[in-house]
């Protein structure tokens, strides 16, 4: 099973896209959907992530401008993740990858890459 991630793109500052993934077959309820980025310049870092349970943790760069949600939890889109992102800045360009961890471990996606100009 893998996790598919996509949505990446070129977007001017100030624009907004939507990140979405999901896994390619049935796993285990996850316990935990994330979204990461990675840049050159610095190590993977956590955006946004969000529990079974419904809560949410941003990083303080993204406060205000991205929402996390995740598919129905009641059907097969419950280890859907989805990124909405607004007001993009140059400095939120990088590789998205997102996490899911449930009992049968942790799945990382491809990554999908993101690139906001000024």
């Known amino acids: 099973v893998q996790l598919q991630a996509s949505g990446g793109g070129l977007v001017q500052a100030g624009g907004s896209l939507r990140l979405s993934c999901a896994p390619s077959?049935?796993?285990?309820?996850?316990?935990?959907l994330a979204w990461y980025r990675q840049t050159p310049e610095n190590e993977r870092e956590l955006v946004a992530r969000?529990?079974?349970?419904?809560?949410?943790?941003?990083?303080?760069s993204v406060k205000g401008r991205f929402t996390i949600s995740r598919g129905n939890v009641r059907g097969n889109a419950k280890n859907t993740v989805y990124l909405q992102m607004n007001s993009l800045k140059p400095d939120d360009t990088g590789v998205y990858y997102c996490?899911?961890?449930?009992?049968?471990?942790?799945?990382w996606g491809q990554g999908t890459l993101v690139t906001v100009s000024s």
């Open positions: 996490n899911l961890a449930s009992r049968a471990g942790d799945y």
């Open positions: 077959g049935s796993i285990f309820s996850a316990y935990v």
């Open positions: 969000i529990t079974a349970g419904g809560s949410v943790t941003y990083a303080d």
